[in-house]
């Protein structure tokens, strides 16, 4: 008995051991909560540090441009919207190389080290050697102005994409599972967040200007190469839960093959090999003789009806990166002086962020009464237009206030060490095209993700997102474009270096014209944006059925085929 008791405790005690091993039911729902909850807060600190970054360099190049480098006005209005562009292209074409190329991890170090590099060339560039950097025989070190812009571009375009590429791994939007939210979810989403980018620039926007103006003169770079140490710390703390994979379901390059082939199929005619087709995208089906199967052609056509809401978003966008140009040499050129103090021109720019701080929770509010009430809010389509509207009259109303700022005195004001010959006039005058341009960008941004989310299918609503990013960029560069186009044709007389001795409110009365047309137009195909409750529905399709497509299609081309027969048996396979 006692032996066979000691053989029976080893066994005993082993079930007891591995009894307490095992895990209690409750630790793993917890442990998996608190992992979420660690993700969640590296996520938001690492996006709270790079647009930590980018606003911190957007609101500081063009007085750094013309005070420092000696740029004229549309120079640096250009190179600062060219920044803003680049920063918002690379996401897209750098998510497409890591998802084609090299991987999502390597691309993220990668980028990771050209947004150090890009902000530790900035403050090599602003740094005022001239101040702290004497030798014993007491001569000034400076660099010399091309060895400066050569830097400053070479930054500029380094942290460019380094942006990019944490946008497009680290804070995609796709990371956020928005694949179960109804209309009403989506549009309260999208709201909250941009209301949390713009707190976030608020903050940059009154710290960093004031610093880089007023405080420090051109050491406000340090900052965003400070913010990027920040995002490096985040991105080590948790690099293998920080990486977002998307699901696979099509890319920009297939969608662009899409178009390429169709637009090839119908400059040749191959209408013997293809015959009469519905719509001209279906002509690289490859049973009409293109090159790809029939749900990459149907995803495409659903895309397609989305073109006119991007294309319309170019000039608006060209308006609302007057923020960052135009109305920011305008304020320039005014007294900033508050009593005693001098203000950061950023001030302006919280000005037009507050409309955006203050909608998000009052759309919130509507819309909930409206759905308690069993009403329907206003359609996404109808808002946007009324934000297009607001943009043209923000541009307008910049015109008239340009006119009004040229009637004050001159009086001198200092800039970062510069004296500036300004008018008179109390910046804050300025603050209604402001709150206008503020006003649109809270109407517009978030109803043009809602639709761009809910018109299409679960696995291509990734490609439509990033062709609502390109729009947005496009818009930056076609703003540029125009600057340079206003500049050159007018003899620099409607964009001038010296407000007082030019014509830039005839820019903003251009400007206005051309959005007010574009909101016309917008408003005349917004109908086919209004029902949102039938998403959009791409046509998928079994191999079997595509390999018997192709095969009609080989048949066709030889002409050894009978219509009737093969028709009907691949629409009894359908």
Known sequence: ??????????????RLRRLSQTPRPD????????????????VLLVELCERFTFFGIVCNTILFCTVKLGYDNYLAATVNLCFIGASTLTPVLVGWFAETCLGRSK???????????????????????????????????????????????TGLLAAALGIGGIRAILCPMGAYSLQCYNQHQLLS??????????????????????????????????????????????????RNKLIYKPNKGGSLLTTLGVFLNSFKMCC?????????????????????????????????????????????????????????????????????????????????????ILPLLLLAPLIECVTTCYLSKEKTPLAPAKVI???????TLSVLVAGLSELWRKAYPVVEQTLSGKVLQVSSMACFQLAPQYILLGLAEALVTPACSLISFQLTPSHIRGISLHFLTLSYGGGCFLGAFLIQLVFFLSGGNFY??????????????????????????????????????????????????EKLLHYKACLRFYDTMDCSYTNKSIESIL
């Open 385 to 391: 237009t009324l934000g297009h509207a607001c943009a």
């Open 1 to 14: 008995m006692v032996a066979g008791d000691l053989q029976i405790l080893p066994e005993r005690r082993g």
């Open 27 to 42: 630790s793993g729902p917890r442990r998996k909560s608190r992992k979420k909850l660690q993700v969640i807060i590296c």
């Open 496 to 545: 001038p270096n010296i407000l007082h001795d030019g014509n830039l409110e005839r820019f903003f009365f251009l400007l206005a014209t051309l959005m007010a047309v574009n909101t016309v137009v917008f408003w005349s195909v917004s109908n086919r944006y209004k029902d949102l409750t039938v998403q959009g529905k791409a046509l998928t399709i079994s191999p079997v059925t």
């Open 268 to 352: 040749l005619h191959y209408r013997h090999l293809s015959g009469d087709v519905g719509s001209w995208l279906d002509r690289a089906k490859e049973n009409n003789g293109g090159r790809y199967s029939e749900t990459h052609v149907e995803n495409v056509k659903v895309l397609a009806k989305l073109f006119p809401l991007y294309g319309l978003q170019l000039l608006y966008k060209a308006c609302i990166t007057q923020i960052p140009s135009g109305y920011y040499i305008q304020t320039m050129n005014s007294n900033l002086h508050l009593r005693n103090l001098l203000l950061p021109i950023g001030a302006m720019n919280v000005i037009s």
């Open 107 to 153: 691309v993220l170090y990668v980028c990771a080290l050209l947004h150090f590099f890009g902000t530790a060339m900035l403050p090599v560039v602003a740094f005022p050697f001239e101040d702290f950097y004497i030798d014993t025989h007491h001569m000034t070190h400076q660099l010399e102005p091309r060895d400066q812009q050569i830097l400053f571009y």
């Open 189 to 238: 989403f999208f709201n909250w967040f941009y209301w949390l980018v713009n707190l976030n620039s608020t903050v940059v926007f009154l710290g960093i200007a004031y610093i880089q103006q007023s405080v420090a003169k051109n050491l406000g770079f340090l900052i965003p190469f400070t913010s990027v140490l920040l995002a490096l710390i985040a991105i080590h703390m948790m």
